[in-house]
């Protein structure tokens, strides 16, 4: 017993690494479950941005609309209160509080030229008239779909208060 043991050389393994190797990978990522979600959920991503976004600026482009027409339904009661709507001071004020009442929600402000106040030949009804405001949409998806801008007006009447 006293003799010598030996032990059986090891070598060290080497691994061929080829392209194959990483198209199974592919291969079975594709075949899983996981795989599956990952290409579904590429799928579906764009069309849910798209959604969104269209819901965002449809929503705020209601809410511009709204605030227009309550400003230019103000400034119709407002001018059919007055002494003389026919005045231009007093049209310049009717002006100012309809400019003044309007919340853009981040867009463009409203100009006075883009209002107008008349009175109808009758005299009895006095119409404030909000005409050509450019909507923009704030989501960059919108103008890539062909929604650039979209052109608001609103229309309020009120019978003068003081007519004849």
Known sequence: MGGRV??????????????????????????????????????????????????????????????????????????????DPRDAAQVAAVRARVVGLFQPMGGDPLTPAGVAVALDPTGTWVTVTVSNYTYRPVTPIAPLIGLGTVTLNRTASFRWERSP
């Open 6 to 83: 030996t032990r059986p050389v090891t070598r060290p393994v080497t691994r061929r690494v080829t392209r194959s190797r990483g198209r199974a990978s592919l291969r079975r990522l594709a075949r899983s479950e996981r795989g599956a979600a990952v290409v579904e959920f590429a799928v579906v991503l764009p069309v849910l941005l798209i959604l969104i976004t269209g819901i965002i600026d449809f929503g705020r482009m209601y809410a511009v609309a709204a605030s227009l027409a309550a400003a230019a339904h103000d400034g119709a009661r407002m001018g059919a209160a007055l002494a």
